[in-house]
């Protein structure tokens, strides 16, 4: 269920007591002496005195789908939008910092904060309501928060329904699937013991998973090490059901990101914390690897609101909303330039991109692949950066580029969606179309016609951005992307419709596509419908 239908009552505009409105007094000008109406003025005839209404005003502005820079532009250029309401629920508020308190209520994580805890959170957005609502909004945009969703982990994988139901299928080897034993499970099954509890976001990892419900709780089960590389050799202890973490029992969480040595969450107050992987070459804090505390990310990002984390192998990128607009940063290993910055170095705290100024480009979503990244502006384009081996980055080569570069290709697309993998990115436009690049091992691209049955043409790397025709044909308007984001495993690839329909394709020889494979076939070449329904 998304946020925007979570049923939460508005404001009851029919209880506020509006001012009485002046008496309208008629004059016997001539017939034909048309009168100017005004908003508000000394009761002339033909007045509407909407400075007496402000609750018709509230509802306009928190009905009519205005967003956070509507309401600014009305305050900022009609003194009307600047006087105090003198209504509740906040006698000093003007209109428009009236409707945006209004609209913030309607979010799932505002709801269950207390008074304390929204005063704290408009502070760290910059002191006005309408910048918690951005804050709010661009959070739910970027991570599928409150929405159905599928995860392509490496070797398993993950499916969420609108309802907050987790159903998880695959490699189980670490109990990572949360069933209770380490079976593999080639169909989608439910994990009944989370029954009750709604979840409302998803990370994996390699043989790990995490789940995040609508309390901000975490759950985590498979390796118990948040620190373990891919093959490493602490965490030997296997969780094979949801179990708590403790340690995050008084942060409320929202996201969760699990990248290679190390694992970050996200605050429902935008902070970020990690898990190990903390000498102070990395995240400029001194843990150990087995460490199960979570250390708050030191540097900038201790003051600005974050709305979305992504993690790579040995990095991280953090999108932060500020008052002056969106920006990216990021932390950790800098080898084939993926943070960003214009060398290969590593950088211990977090540090702003500042190509995306230069490119005059606002981020809305961002991706970290295993040894690349990108990113979707809010005027569509596409922005790419790191280790461009197979042509993973877009840009017709193979090359490295150590800042973002706009994907020149995609001019004529509006993205609105991007997900990245080990040397692949896939991209979605505003109409649903999908465009993926880079690594074609596994099938994993989806770029494979009827009569491609040779090996050699569905394992073809792809240099620049092209259409995955085999989900046009399904007449579903794709919504999200999922990949594996693992240099070990076989990758395979999730496509979520807007119906909620689930899609599959690539390496499935653990059971991890959710759909039955013939014998001796090890992957899928084509999208084929997982009997799944998310919605």
Known sequence: MDATTSGTPTIQYHNITDQPIPTIVTSPGPSFNRQTRHCFGDATPGEFPLSANPSIVLHVLTGCNLDPQDLAKLEATCSF??????????????LSELAALDMCQKRAIFKPMTSEQRHQLKLRCGGSWKLVLRFLLAGETCSRREKSQAIAGPGHS?????KGSVFTFGSNNSGQLGHGSTEEESHPRIIRSLQGIRIIHAAAGAGRTMLISDSGQVYAFGKDSFGEAEYGVQGSKQVNAPKLVESLKDIFVVQAAIGNFFTAVLSREGRVYTFSWGNETKLGHQTEPTDLEPHPL????????????????????????????????????????????????????????????????????????????????????????????????????EDCDSVPKVVESLSNVKAVHVATGDYTTFVVSSDGDVYSFGCGESSSLGHNTANADEQGNRHANVLSPKMVTSLKQINERVVQISLTNSIYWNAHTFALTESGKLYAFGAGDKGQLGVELVANQTERPTPERVELDLS
Not at 81 to 94: G, S
Not at 326 to 334: E, L, N, R, T
């Open 81 to 94: 939008f600047r006087q105090p309401a003198h209504f509740a629920p906040d006698h000093d508020l003007c």
């Open 158 to 162: 993950i499916a969420v329904t609108s």
């Open 298 to 397: 030191l540097g900038p990002l201790e003051n600005i609101p974050v709305v979305q984390i992504a993690a790579g192998y040995c990095y991280l990128l953090a999108l932060a909303c500020q008052p002056t607009g969106m920006s990216v940063y990021s932390v950790g290993c800098g080898l084939g330039g993926k943070l960003g910055h214009g060398t290969k170095n590593d950088e211990k705290q977090p540090r702003l991109i500042e190509q995306f100024q230069t490119l005059n480009l606002q981020p809305m979503v961002v991706a970290a692949g295993a040894w690349h990244a990108a990113v979707v502006g809010t005027d569509g384009r596409v922005c790419t950066w790191g280790w461009g081996r197979y042509g993973c980055l877009g840009h017709g080569n």
